[in-house]
């Protein structure tokens, strides 16, 4: 019988805001797999690093951040031939990731690589959205207010018309792209509106107004846009 | 000196899924606020029933389900005031939240009448839409894509319009507006990348394809709809 491949979230980055269920499942891990930089760190193994067993075996899978797809692709290749050999030997494998796997998660390249031949449960984390949202002190959405997240790499064009007619709107992965999201939230007139948030629920955690947001901007900031004044009472 | 408010975000319904500051700050509560339905059950308690100490003064906060607003707006009028008066003797009051307080949460509404008059900390939590996912199976987003939330109640018109142009798109709060949904989703030809979902994370789990959801929905009930095959490898 092959083991289960669970993919963890661990939510935002304070390892208080990892799930109970959580905890548990890497308190009992024999197999531990994680992302990190390559020769670098792992912000998912930080997280979870209470937790770990001693004598827990780890699969450090190094992902080389380029803007070709194919280098990472190779490294999630590579990762999947090692985890599949553990799950066919009956052994759990159990994949950290930050903040939850299937919102914009690394894990969901094994995912895609391994859910055909072995069962997989996902446990859901606390998002970086809603835990910028708490830092910033601003609720998201209420009642019927639609929200739209974006990535910051998106074109200028596209970042324009979507936010043009958002009502609560959440740019994700802010980094080197926060001129060019400061510009177009000036175009469409909702720069006062915007917030910018980094390191949530870190100790170095920062909420600052757009205009104050450094530039480039670390890869773990966002920005939130937030209309009305307290439309939900 | 005064109290501080936590809004605590529970998770979607699974106790496991609180995160250990949820339930730290939960088995350590002297007062504890919660909505219920008039004269019935109060799901945040629920979740949290494990680690309220017994000992605990519980302020239950009965929110009439109404179509109108001003019913709701009188029920957290009166909360406010039996809350600001503990946080105003000193006593920290720990508020439990289904899912995440700031995203679709009843929190919102406290968090407008008190927070500019006493300290508040928002404890993020698992929200159901990533909770859906992973019982769906099916990752949200990755690399550059869009996500479109939309809450069920909208017009047809309007959900018409954001669907056509969505990438991922979650659709919460589906309840009686199944049968506009699906016809929607006909219209827009995103019927068959659609799934539904209800109660996730609780033992009467369920996912089914969208043709066969039951009409009327429960409230706990979403659907979700993604495209493409595996965009992430």
């Given at each position: ?75 999630y290749d590579r990762a999947s ?153």
């Amino acid at each position: 019988m092959s083991g289960t491949l669970y993919g963890i979230g661990l939510g935002p980055g304070d390892p208080e805001l990892m799930t109970l269920k959580a905890d548990r499942l890497i308190r009992g891990a024999r197999v531990v797999a994680y992302p990190a930089l390559v020769a670098g760190e792992s912000f998912a193994r930080g997280i979870a690093a209470s937790a770990i067993p001693e004598d827990a075996r780890e699969i450090r899978i190094e992902v080389p951040m380029t803007p070709e797809r194919a280098p990472a692709q190779a490294a999630y290749d590579r990762a999947s031939t090692e985890i599949a050999e553990a799950l066919s030997a009956g052994e759990d494998v159990v994949c950290l990731c930050e903040g939850d796997p299937f919102f914009y998660g690394s894990f969901m390249y094994l995912h895609a690589r391994l859910a055909d031949r072995f069962p997989v449960e996902v446990v859901p984390g606390v998002t970086s959205m809603t835990a910028c949202a708490a830092l910033a002190a601003r609720p998201l959405v209420a009642r019927n207010e639609r929200l739209t997240v974006l990535p910051g790499p998106l074109p200028e064009a596209e970042l324009t018309a979507r936010l043009a007619e958002c009502e609560t709107a959440v740019i994700m992965k802010v980094g080197r792209h926060l001129a060019k999201i400061r510009q177009v939230l000036e175009t469409v007139g909702l720069a006062r509106n915007a917030v910018y948030l980094e390191r949530a629920t870190l100790p170095a955690e920062k909420a600052l107004p757009l205009a104050e947001a450094p530039d480039p901007a670390p890869y773990f900031s966002m920005i939130l846009v937030t209309k009305g004044a307290d439309p939900w009472l």
